[in-house]
């Protein structure tokens, strides 16, 4: 296990995550490991992202914009 040395520098780090993931919800955790290493040359792996998805309480489902179809089977005689 690594061992975080500055603990305000990890917090910034998830303030960065949770702000990648509020501008690009639909971003897979891929795509925010290659986000936060372009904003703070730390590379982390998907796994570990989805760690601090889960510690920071935050959701990357998909949002849908459109609602349900609402079809009746109706017989017309």
């Given amino acids: 296990m690594v061992e975080v040395k500055n603990r305000s520098c990890w917090d910034e780090q998830l303030t960065l995550v949770k702000l990648l993931i509020e501008s690009d919800n639909d971003a897979t955790l891929v795509e925010l490991c290659e986000q936060l290493e372009q904003k703070t040359q730390v590379k982390i792996s998907r796994s570990t992202m989805g760690r ?3 510690k920071l309480n935050l959701t990357r489902k998909k949002k849908h914009c ?12």
Wanted: net charge positive.
């Fill in 52 to 54: 601090v998805t889960q």
């Fill in 66 to 77: 459109t609602q349900a179809k609402n079809i009746q089977n109706e017989y017309k005689n």
